[in-house]
């Protein structure tokens, strides 16, 4: 069936680097909208950034702009998340979402992964 499996969480001192991959299987998410969504403990599930397959236009949250960069190999049917300079703040269970209609609401995303969990430390 479709389904999006997150992979590349894990420990990390704050200023360092992680990369997120988002495989998807079951169906072709070429036209989707793509986006990682982020949920830190206690906390409700916050936009982190999108990018449409078709013509690679991303879009960020404000925390973690200048930071993050999300890219995708429509040929493997793979979105990845680039992480850097990690702070604190952005422990969280990171999850991959894909839509057809686009956004930057969970309303937006049809199929989501079960998430990897990131953990920065000091």
């Known amino acids: 069936q479709v389904r999006l499996v997150e992979s590349g969480g894990g420990l990390v001192q704050a200023g360092g680097s992680l990369r997120l991959t988002c495989a998807g299987s079951?169906?072709?998410?070429?036209?989707?909208?793509m986006a990682w969504f982020r949920q830190a403990p206690g906390k409700g599930r916050d936009f982190v950034a999108a990018i449409n397959w078709n013509h690679q236009n991303q879009y960020y949250a404000d925390p973690v702009k200048g930071r993050f960069t999300i890219t995708r190999d429509n040929d493997a049917n793979t979105v990845y998340l680039q992480m850097n300079s990690l702070e604190l703040e952005d422990t969280a269970l990171y999850s991959c979402a894909a839509g057809l209609a686009g956004g930057m609401r969970v309303h937006d995303y049809d199929y989501w992964g079960q998430g990897t969990p990131v953990t920065v430390s000091s």
């Open positions: 079951g169906r072709t998410f070429n036209r989707d909208m």
